[in-house]
């Protein structure tokens, strides 16, 4: 059975175990106050539905997502928003090195 974005259960529990804040700015989901910035959204690295492993879908904050849209991950990385917030390939997530290093 799979959400209502296509990703498997299984993937779902796995990401959701693995991502407790922001693969890309690294808020945390923990906070109890829960805002656009500090919610948890589903986030397809490469924006293409068709690949849910877990290697492409990460949690992302609502912000980060909201930016990066339909974006290229390293247009993405090169954008104002990244930039402001000090977003860079050296500090996300080690999911989004890995896919960074797989190109």
């Excluded at 693995?18 to 923990?30: A, E, K, P």
């Excluded at 910035?37 to 849910?52: A, G, L, Q, S, V």
């Excluded at 992302?60 to 090169?78: H, P, R, Y």
Aim: aromatic fraction near 6%; charged fraction near 25%.
């Amino acid at each position: 059975m799979a959400n209502r974005w296509g990703i498997p259960k299984d993937v779902e529990e796995l990401v959701k175990q693995r991502d407790l804040s922001c693969v890309y700015c690294g808020i945390s989901f923990t906070n109890s106050i829960v805002t656009h910035k500090t919610r948890p959204t589903w986030e397809h690295i490469i924006n293409d539905i068709r690949i849910n492993g877990p290697d492409n879908i990460a949690l992302c904050c609502g912000s980060c997502n909201a930016s990066k849209g339909t974006k290229l991950l390293n247009d993405w990385l090169n954008s104002k928003y990244c930039l402001t917030k000090g977003i860079t390939k050296d500090n996300v997530a080690t999911v989004v090195k890995d896919f960074l290093n797989r190109q």
